[in-house]
């Protein structure tokens, strides 16, 4: 080790220290990151369009435009360049001369506080788009017809009658549904989300479907002869998780025809996955899952559905989740998704004999696909050193279409490695260890554990910016995929059903433990923390156990019986843990963190979103509350007009640095 001097050496030194911090991961790059998403392919397949998000720091919001890139990684340049809006969804149209797309762009003469998402569609090559679209509360989701001449369309009902004048202020709020909250949406009401057709070159606009449901993910036939959808009926479709496939013609007066009709969920939006039709239009590939009790935590298994006859079968029944499906052009087999134990991998399934052939291998997370008419594969995946990136499968391995974050190889990243220990009941459990940057074996770094969302979420492979900040910083991460995780199957996932906070608990203490007895951990100086359900189990977690010196608690909370009604997950609730008059002893169970708070005596900063209904500032403020009222540090910091997933640049980045300051106030002090 080199000791600096004063006078000159130590402006040397000053200057080789700097030179060493500008090489690492700090909060500030969070802004550089480029967040790549929805790749499409041409029509010919030589040609794809795709999204990227990135930090508008002027305007201090994220930001998305459309790109365009050859298959054979020419040409790669943007399609727009919006600084006030976003643009997103690309999709081409049947002859390849057109991108339509959703943005949030102001129509010319359009007050920009009442613009609203709409259809626009642009030369392929580029160019001034022009608006498909006026629909008054907006567009949630579109498809072309094969030819052109339509749009299936996925609209809210309209607020207010056709020329009715907007109010001063808002209506009042007036509901009687079962769910009357949402996430990112706000408070739901009477209106709902129907199916919509567009004539391209008239705009005129005719109603499909109504009633007191939604309808969501159009996907049209390759003939033209159909649209699918996904929806949820019954007397009160907010209940239940029932959601089924249902058929319907392109033209007004049509009758609706259930497809699907197995009890469960038959594609939840949740899942970020379109229904898939087969290249001859007889089939249509979709997600399932298992009967409404068992929620998020029954694996959703890639289905097929017999248009003509309905059969429904699962060609590959594998315990594991399945995402995002496209057929083969001769129809003979499905790629898709398939997520195992801290990866997901692009895979191929045959449908004759359910055999399952893994295209993408390694450590990697893959997030995303797309399959030309003539049988091109791209895949959207990343690592723990490398963000998601589009790039060509083919007989060689992986060919990226140009990189949008070059800029990290300049940069000093720590690794990322697997663990693996068992539980003092035996059981095997994995995770993820970060070492800091410029770690030196036999000495120890002060550690955090991390914990996941979900709770039926996990751990990948993939490019984590907050471990990467905090490795830069001399901290171990440890990131440990407890029972309840995804990845391992069903009755893994079970493990935590309506016991939330001990089995995981116990798991994530046992991890700790083992990199303690690795060397790596310092007993002194442990620190916890997560976000959504990563947060309700960091209240658990330093509820049971005192070693940890500093915890961040960030959209998380521990009263259940407060939650109840107040948060979007009242249905979710009931099937779980039934209702708090009822079921008192696994409502106490699940609010331990509260009940028992005066155990608590780890500093701990509390965040929230102050517009989440997912998981809103109630849980969080109620924790600090507590905390403050038995004198043990605390801080409640609240992030102004967001919702559960923060997305203004400024909040990310104060968000870390803050999360920052506190572990290093008291576990370096």
Known sequence: ???????????????????????????????????????????????????????????????????????????????????????????????????????????????????????????????????????????????????????????????????????????????????????????????????????????????????????????????????????????????????????????????????????????????????????????????????????????????????????????????????????????????????QSLV????????????????TRGERFDYDLDVSADGRVVVLGGSDQRPYEISVVDTEGLRALGRHNDWLEGKQLAGVEKIHFKTRDGTQLEGLLVKPVGYEPGKRYPTLLRLHGGPVYQFSHEFMPDWQAYAARGYAIVAINPRGSSGRGFDFAREIYADWGNKDAEDVLAGIDHVVAMGIADTARLGVGGWSYGAILTNAVIARDTRFKAAISGAGASNMYAMYGHDQYIREYELELGSPWSNRKLYDRASIPFLHVDRIRTPTLFQCGEKDFNVPCLGAEQMYQALRSLNVPTQLVVYPGEHHGLTVPSYLRDRLERNLAWYDKYLKP
């Open 344 to 359: 997901t991998h692009l895979s191929r399934i045959e449908l004759g004999d359910g055999k399952v052939t893994e295209i």
């Open 1 to 339: 080790m080199r000791i600096c001097t004063a006078g000159l050496l130590l402006a040397l030194c000053g200057t080789a220290v700097a030179s060493e911090a500008g090489s690492r991961f700090v909060p500030a790059d969070l802004a550089r990151l480029a967040d790549l998403g929805e790749p499409r392919f041409a029509p010919d397949g030589n040609a794809l369009a795709y999204t990227v998000t990135s930090a508008n720091l002027d305007e201090d919001k994220s930001q998305s435009d459309l790109w365009r890139v050859g298959f054979d990684g020419s040409a790669r340049r943007p399609l727009t360049r919006t600084p006030d809006s976003s643009e997103w969804r690309p999709q081409w149209s049947g002859d390849g001369k057109r991108i339509a797309f959703l943005s949030d762009r102001v129509y010319a003469g359009e007050d920009k506080d009442d613009a609203e998402t709409q259809v626009w569609v642009m030369p392929a090559g580029g160019g001034n788009p022009k608006r498909l679209t006026t629909m008054s509360a907006g567009i949630e989701d579109f498809v072309w017809s094969p030819d052109g001449r339509q749009l299936a369309l996925i609209a809210m009902d309209a607020q207010f009658p056709a020329g009715t004048a907007k109010p001063k202020n808002p209506a009042p709020i007036v509901t009687t549904r079962y769910q009357f909250k949402e996430d990112g949406t706000g408070y739901l009401g009477e209106r709902r989300k129907h199916l919509y057709l567009l004539d391209v070159a008239s705009g005129k606009v005719q109603q499909l479907t109504a009633g007191a449901h939604d309808e969501i993910l159009p996907a049209w036939s390759p003939d033209g002869k159909w649209i699918t959808y996904v929806t949820k009926r019954g007397t009160d479709p907010d209940r239940h998780l029932n959601f089924d496939l249902y058929l319907i013609e392109p033209r007004a007066g049509a009758r609706e025809r259930q497809l699907t009709t197995l009890p469960g969920a038959d594609l939840d939006p949740y899942w970020e996955t379109r229904p898939a039709w087969s290249p001859d239009s007889t089939r249509v590939a979709y997600l399932r899952s298992g009967q409404d009790k068992w929620i998020y935590y029954a694996p959703w298994q890639l289905a097929i559905v017999d248009v003509a006859s309905g059969k429904e079968t699962v060609p590959a029944d594998i315990d594991r989740n399945f995402y995002k499906p496209r057929w083969s052009p001769d129809g003979k087999s499905v790629y898709a998704l398939i997520e």
